[in-house]
């Protein structure tokens, strides 16, 4: 098949690996239906892929991948920088030299008797200021359907490129799928990406976390952007305004929920509306007019599966009713459809689960569905999509918000008393351990803003970036910066604020804060809704006043203990800790005195 681009910089690199892993055939993807249409009929027939009932899930199929390759492996994910201080305490560093000899020597000749698939993408609208191009070489047909969901791949990504030599490099060879040899290799001075051994789309597709963060947060560093680990929704009120929030939250707190969430009864009502721009990560720049964009840099919906219901979130089960490829789930023989936990209280009886076992799940006490199980879903099918999703400029952003899963210590919101202290409220960010993951509970993890496992550079510089970006923002412009947490417990162990679509009184409470509509009270750790400005109309059988108070109380004891956990994990990062946290944190332990 021809070359779709005369870019030297391009055709240069892949003649080197073509020479280190010997393809037998070198296919360019253009993007075309009818060439992704060859590429699953081709699939089905090799097995990699099967297809599901065409009438229940039109375009849809299942992929199981092998049993040791299920999800994201950090400890064997390297960032390879010159430096090793440059990498950080929070990253995994290797030499680039190591990380080349290493990869390469696992890679060679790994294509032999195999088709390398040339694929051409787009992270973010293809022409859009804020985008950038990628191109990613890989020996899996469920690579490149994936990819066609998960970012643009087209021709014309390398028509916007030209002759430029600013596109990120990505090689993944499947290689024996030995989780001995796997490694996840970035390296962000050559803007490359190399993943061996792996065919789960956490560590194969190479356009989302990798390139979309870890390397993305580099460019970011040197480019006065960034990339970020959140949201982007916007919220319309009855006039027609809609205003837009970028979300950072760890695993587990509800991200995806809150990004396709449906508003409450009373809202709807009123003529409310929320839009999904973006489900996981947001590439945001300043614009023209000094205030902060964002893009969605990504196309699609790579989310867990298990627990994703009509209750917890029925956008995102619409999105998966077409054109969706769902990996590790349980394919129900009955009607050739698929199942996960949380789905439903009907598991199938006649399926076959994540590993490829004859399941009944009336019967067997193993799940059916990996808990990492997941879809692969085109965004344009969301109900609650944006029509803002494809605009170049990106939307405008009036609130950055940091969350996390507390019993007892975080109040349900509050707003950070200027920029350079929101960062440090996004830098303090934690969840406590649940029963879903491993070890004890209630363990408090850090993870600050969201970025822990993402950021492809020094965390310290990280934050220093962010007061960097502040500096260059007009404090009026600037995006208000606030905390919530909708998992405070009552003295019973009982969540005490109802969450869902509920979340929207919290928001819209934010956006009140943004436009100077309402007051808030100063405390010592920041600005705290006063409860009767919290509007509870239609839920007063479940919060009262009264208990909004307790929503929103500090207690100091608390505090003073999370200060010293504060210190504690700030002492990882030295002398490079930006001078402005730790002036937020010994203000913080001073109020609390």
């Keep these: 098949m021809e070359k779709l681009t005369s870019n030297k910089s391009i055709l240069n690199w892949i003649e080197e690996k073509v020479d280190l892993v010997k393809p037998d ?49 950090e400890h064997r994910t390297f960032i390879c920088t010159s430096d090793k201080e440059q ?8 030499a680039p030299e190591e990380g080349y000899d290493l990869v390469y020597s696992i890679a060679k000749d790994s294509y032999k008797g195999r088709t390398m698939y040339v694929i051409p993408y787009s ?6 200021p804020l985008a950038k191009a990628g191109i990613e070489l890989t020996d899996s047909i469920y690579v490149v359907l994936n990819m066609a969901i998960m970012t643009r791949v087209d021709k014309k990504v390398l028509d916007v490129l030209g002759d430029s030599d600013d596109w990120v490099r990505g090689l993944h060879c499947r290689c024996d799928i030995d989780e001995e040899k796997r490694y996840i290799c970035h390296f962000p001075e050559d803007n490359t990406i190399i993943s061996v051994n792996s065919g789960y789309g956490g560590n194969v597709l190479l356009g989302k976390k990798c390139f979309a963060l870890r390397i993305a947060s580099y460019q970011g560093k040197n480019e006065e952007w960034m990339a970020e680990h959140m949201l982007i929704l916007g919220i319309e009120n009855p006039r027609g305004e809609v205003k837009y929030i970028c979300a950072a939250f760890p695993s587990a707190c509800g991200k995806t929920n809150l990004a396709m969430l449906i508003p409450p009864e009373t809202y709807k009502k009123k003529g409310y509306k929320v839009w999904c721009v973006g489900d996981d990560i947001a590439w945001i ?54 199942w996960w936990e949380g789905l439903d209280k009907n598991p199938p009886q006649n399926a076959i689960d994540w590993k490829g076992n004859k399941w009944n799940g009336k019967e067997s006490d193993v799940t059916g569905a990996h808990p990492n199980s997941r879809f692969t879903a085109p965004a344009t099918n969301c109900p609650c999509i944006s029509d803002e999703f494809e605009n170049l400029k990106g939307v405008p952003i009036s609130a950055i918000v940091f969350g996390g899963r507390r019993a007892k210590l975080a109040p349900l919101v509050y707003q950070s008393k200027d920029w350079d202290h929101g960062v440090f409220v996004g830098s303090i960010m934690a969840s406590e351990t649940t029963a879903a993951a491993a ?27 962010w007061i960097d970006i502040g500096k260059t923002l007009d404090p009026d412009k600037a995006p208000k910066i606030f905390n ?9 162990g009982k969540f005490m604020w109802p969450g869902f679509g509920d979340n929207l009184r919290v928001l819209d409470w934010i ?18 809704p006063k409860a009767q400005d919290i509007n509870i109309e239609g839920i007063e059988d479940e919060v009262n006043i009264g208990s909004l108070e307790k929503m929103l109380n500090i207690d100091a004891s608390l505090w003073r203990e999370e200060a010293k956990g504060i210190e504690e994990f700030y002492s990882k990062f030295g002398d490079r800790m930006p001078s402005a946290l730790n002036k937020s944190l010994k203000d913080l332990k001073e109020n609390l005195k």
Excluded at 87 to 94: I, Q, R, S
Excluded at 484 to 492: A, H, I, M, Q, T
Excluded at 511 to 520: F, L, Y
Aim: aromatic share 8%.
């Design 484 to 492: 919530v947490n909708w998992f405070r417990k009552d003295e019973d």
């Design 123 to 128: 992270m973010g609208p293809i022409g859009s």
């Design 285 to 338: 720049r300043k614009g023209e007019d000094g205030r902060l964009y964002a893009i969605n840099p990504e196309y699609g919906f790579f989310g867990v599966a298990p627990g994703t219901n009509e209750k917890s979130n029925p956008n995102a089960l619409k999105s998966v009713r077409k054109n969706t490829i769902f990996t590790n789930v349980v394919h129900n023989l009955e009607d050739n459809t698929v």
């Design 87 to 94: 990498a950080g305490p929070t990253n995994n560093w290797m």
């Design 25 to 73: 055939e070198i296919v360019w993807i253009d993007g075309s239906q009818e060439q992704l249409e060859a590429l699953r009929e081709q699939a089905c027939k090799s097995g990699e892929i099967k297809k599901l009932n065409e009438e229940k899930l039109p375009g849809c199929y299942i992929h199981r991948t092998a049993v040791n390759d299920v999800a994201r492996v």
């Design 439 to 465: 070890g004890a509970v209630g363990v408090v993890r850090r993870d600050p803003m969201a970025m822990l496992p993402f950021c492809g550079y020094n965390m310290a510089d990280y934050w220093q970036h």
């Design 511 to 528: 956006i009140d804060r943004c436009e100077g509509n309402v007051e808030a009270q100063e405390t010592e750790i920041g600005f705290l």
